[in-house]
């Protein structure tokens, strides 16, 4: 039986990484309405961030094409091979969040943010239980005042700075890759500072029009962030954007 070289992996793993530049230069130049109604670009994305985490599953990059970008955007995905990998086992993903919830939940989630007291604690906690959400932040905000500051260190934190959900509850894949998350920033955040930017590292998992030194009462993601996540550490694949006000 044919093996890989190591060599050949990595040329692989460098095809996927082109892909994602590729997908992130759309989403960049396109529409927001239009990158919400973008799933079968943001699955692509997510697949492909799961097999370079960890071979688990084939990525077929070949059978997406332009026709799959917004009428403003590009999308050039190289076409090459498909990387034989073992089956992957199929994810369970509970009854209780039906497909048509994977559509809207952007929009679910920035509608929590215009939520306050009771309805918001309620709001929260269907929103916890359905979509699975587990909570970090960066644990060595302290360490970065210092200049220059140390790499963030992400590790699971309860009431977190950041929100993760299970990548198959979004992109809808059955055979999702259980260690890919989708992330946002906790709604608990009420004004993002320079302090939330900096040292608790929100800048360095989520691009945005932050200007050094001001402070924004109003925060809207447009788009998640991708991390991977061993046992209690979290590592960002792909930044995602937010829209400060």
């Given at each position: 039986?044919?093996?890989?070289?190591?060599?050949?992996?990595?040329?692989?793993?460098?095809?996927?990484?082109?892909?994602?530049?590729?997908?992130?230069?759309?989403?960049?130049?396109?529409?927001?309405?239009?990158?919400?109604?973008?799933?079968?670009?943001?699955?692509?994305?997510?697949?492909?961030?799961?097999?370079?985490?960890?071979?688990?599953?084939?990525?077929?990059?070949?059978?997406?094409?332009?026709?799959?970008?917004?009428?403003?955007?590009?999308?050039?995905?190289?076409r090459g091979r498909k990387i034989p990998q073992p089956a992957a086992p199929v994810s369970n993903v509970p009854a209780n969040v039906p497909p048509?919830?994977?559509?809207?939940?952007?929009?679910?989630?920035?509608?929590?943010?215009?939520?306050?007291?009771?309805?918001?604690?309620?709001?929260?906690?269907?929103?916890?239980?359905?979509?699975?959400?587990?909570?970090?932040?960066?644990?060595?905000?302290?360490?970065?005042?210092?200049?220059?500051?140390?790499?963030?260190?992400?590790?699971?934190?309860?009431?977190?700075?950041?929100?993760?959900?299970?990548?198959?509850?979004?992109?809808?894949?059955?055979?999702?890759?259980?260690?890919?998350?989708?992330?946002?920033?906790?709604?608990?955040?009420?004004?993002?500072?320079?302090?939330?930017?900096?040292?608790?590292?929100?800048?360095?998992?989520?691009?945005?029009?932050?200007?050094?030194?001001n402070a924004y009462s109003k925060i809207r993601v447009e788009q998640f962030a991708i991390f991977t996540c061993s046992g209690d550490v979290w590592t960002c694949s792909v930044k995602g954007?937010?829209?400060?006000?």
């Amino acid at each position: 039986m044919r093996r890989d070289s190591k060599k050949e992996i990595l040329a692989e793993i460098a095809e996927i990484r082109k892909s994602l530049d590729s997908i992130e230069r759309m989403l960049r130049e396109s529409d927001d309405e239009e990158i919400i109604q973008s799933d079968r670009v943001r699955k692509l994305a997510v697949e492909a961030v799961e097999a370079a985490a960890d071979n688990s599953k084939t990525v077929d990059l070949a059978k997406f094409s332009r026709t799959d970008a917004p009428k403003t955007g590009r999308l050039n995905i190289r076409r090459g091979r498909k990387i034989p990998q073992p089956a992957a086992p199929v994810s369970n993903v509970p009854a209780n969040v039906p497909p048509s919830n994977t559509g809207n939940f952007m929009s679910e989630y920035n509608a929590l943010a215009d939520k306050t007291g009771v309805e918001l604690r309620n709001a929260r906690a269907d929103f916890f239980q359905r979509y699975q959400v587990r909570t970090f932040s960066c644990v060595n905000a302290d360490a970065r005042v210092k200049t220059p500051a140390p790499p963030p260190e992400f590790r699971d934190k309860d009431g977190g700075d950041f929100w993760a959900i299970p990548s198959a509850l979004i992109s809808s894949t059955p055979n999702a890759n259980e260690n890919t998350y989708v992330v946002y920033p906790s709604v608990a955040i009420r004004q993002y500072t320079p302090n939330h930017h900096s040292e608790r590292a929100l800048g360095e998992v989520f691009n945005s029009n932050f200007v050094n030194g001001n402070a924004y009462s109003k925060i809207r993601v447009e788009q998640f962030a991708i991390f991977t996540c061993s046992g209690d550490v979290w590592t960002c694949s792909v930044k995602g954007r937010l829209r400060l006000e």
